[in-house]
């Protein structure tokens, strides 16, 4: 899940006119800054892991600013990490009403409801924000997971090639690519993902040479 992250305070005004939503006049300054201080506290308990925590945070965050886009957003990825898909599901549509232009939590919404198994939702909203911003090769790559899951690999595989021409050094593309190749009986072209991924991510080059040789179904990437 993609959270945002604070700027510095030195630009804490600026920083609230472009991630706040229009609606950020109907609350006062005070408010403004005791939402920002519970939303840096959750972030010091993700660092630590603490999602409850985290999330109770976010809360009193959206308790003082009920128009705060981006704490509905972390709230979401908490929620999800937390496996409450539902809960992260409402977070997001939250975060979408404020901001209904926002590629990256519709992308959020869409590995919500991949936990949730509702696959049409995972769907539109993939497909939303690569409309939103076309180079976002990780919503590529989400897409062909949920083709796989469809069983329909040659799409899988076209959207995970313009994942890869995006980014070519995009490691879970390659992987995934590679593992879908194994799948098909195509190991010759698996090894040559292999081969890009060893100087990339070297534990992942590993596991997929692994299925490679054993001939093995492996799971695909999806984060």
């Not at 704490?71 to 898909?85: D, H, I, R, V, W």
């Not at 595989?157 to 995009?170: F, G, H, S």
Request: net charge positive; with cysteine; proline share 4%.
């Amino acid at each position: 899940m993609k959270r945002e992250h604070l700027i510095s305070p030195v630009v804490f005004l600026m920083w609230l006119n472009f991630c706040l939503s229009p609606a950020v006049g109907q609350v006062t300054i005070e408010k403004e800054k005791s939402a920002v201080a519970y939303f840096q506290e959750a972030e010091r308990y993700y660092e630590v892991r603490q999602l409850e925590l985290e999330a109770h945070s976010f809360r009193q965050a959206l308790f003082h600013n009920p128009h705060y886009a981006m704490a509905f957003n972390n709230l979401g990825a908490t929620l999800s990490e937390a496996g409450k898909p539902k809960e992260a599901i409402e977070a997001y549509e939250q975060a979408l009403k404020l901001r209904p232009m926002w590629a990256e939590a519709h992308r959020n919404l869409a590995l919500a409801s991949y936990q949730a198994a509702d696959y049409a939702r995972v769907f539109d909203h993939l497909h939303e924000a690569i409309r939103l911003k076309p180079d976002y090769y990780e919503a590529y790559n989400n897409l062909a997971v949920l083709h796989h899951k469809k069983r329909n690999d040659r799409e899988a595989v076209a959207c995970l090639l313009q994942a890869i021409r995006i980014k070519p050094d995009y490691a879970d593309a390659l992987y995934n690519l590679g593992a879908l190749q194994v799948a098909m009986n195509k190991r010759s072209e698996a090894l040559s993902q292999y081969h890009k991924l060893k100087s990339i991510d070297p534990g992942l080059a590993a596991s997929l040479y692994g299925g490679i040789y054993r001939g093995m179904i492996l799971d695909l990437r999806n984060k």
